[in-house]
Each structure stands twice: as C-alpha cells, then as structure tokens.
Antibody
Framework: QVQLKESGPGLVQPSETLSLTCTVSGFSLTSYSVSWVRQPSGKGPEWMGRMWYDGDTAYNSALKSRLSISRDTSKNQVFLKMNSLQTDDTGTYYC?????????????WGQGVMVTVSS | DVQMTQSLSYLAASPGESVSISCKASKSISNYLAWYQQKPGEAYKLLIYSGSTLQSGTPSRFSGSGSGTDFTLTIRSLEPEDFGLYYCQQYYEKPLTFGSGTKLEIK
C-alpha cells in the first residue's frame, strides 16, 4: 500500500528555515520521483520541486534560491529545506509521488502538514 | 509560467445531474493535463491524466476532454460523494502549475 506522510514543525519564525520530512512506504524512492507541493489557504497548489528517482533534483525557479530537496533511501525519506521564510510561505505542504518515471503528474499524495510562518 | 485558469470557483448541482468544470491554459499544452479531486480530511486523488485518460479506480462517470488550451472535466450523474474541490494541473512544461480550483457542492 503506497503511503506518504509529511512531518515537521507547524510554526516557523519569519526569516527562519523550514525543515520537512516525507516518509514513504509501499514503493521505492529509487523507482519513483517524489515532489513537494504547497498550497496557501484558499489558493491553488504550487509545485515546489522534485527528487528524481535517480537522485537528481529539480526546482521551481521561483523558489530555487531558497529551496533544497534531498533524500535518504535507506530510511525511505525525502527532505525539504527552505530558508528565509516569510508569512506568505504559510500553507499546507504535501509530498507527492509521480505516477511513472517523468510523468509529472501525481498519483499519490500525503495528507499534508500545515505550516504557519509567524512570530 | 503557464497560467491555468478555472473560471468557476464554485458550482452547485443535485445528485443525478451532470456538471462540467473548465480549465484554460495560457498557452497550448497539448494534452498534458491532469485533474485532481480534494475532499476535506482526505488526500488528493488523481482522476484523469493526459487530458482524458481515467486513472485506475476513477469511476466511469468522470470524463475529461480538450487539448491545446481548453479542457473540461465532466461528471455524469452526480453522486453525493463527488462533492469537493477539483483542480487541473499542466505538465507540459516546468514549473508544473495548477488551477485555483472549482468547489463542487452537492445540493
């Protein structure tokens, strides 16, 4: 059974760094790519970046300067780090699995983790 | 970036009716379009990809059409469980982009 579960702090101070973990089960990170997608309340989702199945990464150019995605295949985990957080980074953060290699659409999503940027 | 516009933010219909949800891309994206359903407390669900291909497990009352810039998700004979938010997503080019969503409420 494919599952993805996000974890991380619910509250981050402005200018601080957000660190999130996506723990997956039911599939291998060396066979499927995982993306991070975020969604401000009341708005549409925004694709943030991807950890390719081969370990390469790709980022949304709008976030690239602040964002880093990495993984630990032995722990079935993908990590997101984003620095210099501001209030408009508040929202729900999801990790997602791409349906097939380079499909660029997502067949499984985690439940999401709500992140609030506030002092 | 390719802008995805869902012009209807809200739609209400009764069980048994058919509804159509539209999505327009700011440039041609061929058929590189997916549709998702989001329901409160549940994970996003992929409904359709490649504009019209049903994801495994998607009920046949759902259908997708369109190519280029204009796309439609149609739900025939609405069931009460079809309420929720519907989003389109283009994957023609990076960054991948989503529409702002259409909320379907069951009367």
């Amino acid at each position: 059974q494919v599952q993805l579960k996000e974890s991380g702090p619910g509250l981050v101070q402005p200018s601080e760094t957000l660190s999130l973990t996506c723990t997956v089960s039911g599939f291998s990170l060396t066979s499927y790519s995982v993306s991070w997608v975020r969604q401000p309340s009341g708005k549409g989702p925004e694709w943030m970046g991807r950890m390719w199945y081969d370990g390469d990464t790709a980022y949304n150019s709008a976030l690239k300067s602040r964002l880093s995605i990495s993984r630990d295949t032995s722990k079935n985990q993908v990590f997101l780090k984003m620095n210099s957080l501001q209030t408009d980074d508040t929202g729900t953060y999801y990790c997602t699995r791409e349906a097939t290699v380079a499909s660029y659409y997502f067949d499984y999503w985690g439940q999401g983790v709500m992140v609030t940027v506030s002092s | 970036d390719v802008q995805m516009t869902q012009s209807l933010s809200y739609l209400a219909a009764s069980p048994g009716e058919s509804v159509s949800i539209s999505c327009k891309a700011s440039k041609s994206i061929s058929n590189y379009l997916a549709w998702y359903q989001q329901k409160p407390g549940e994970a996003y669900k992929l409904l359709i990809y490649s504009g019209s291909t049903l994801q495994s497990g998607t009920p046949s009352r759902f259908s997708g059409s369109g190519s280029g810039t204009d796309f439609t998700l149609t739900i025939r004979s609405l069931e009460p469980e079809d309420f929720g938010l519907y989003y389109c997503q283009q994957y023609y080019e990076k960054p991948l982009t989503f529409g702002s969503g259409t909320k379907l409420e069951i009367k």
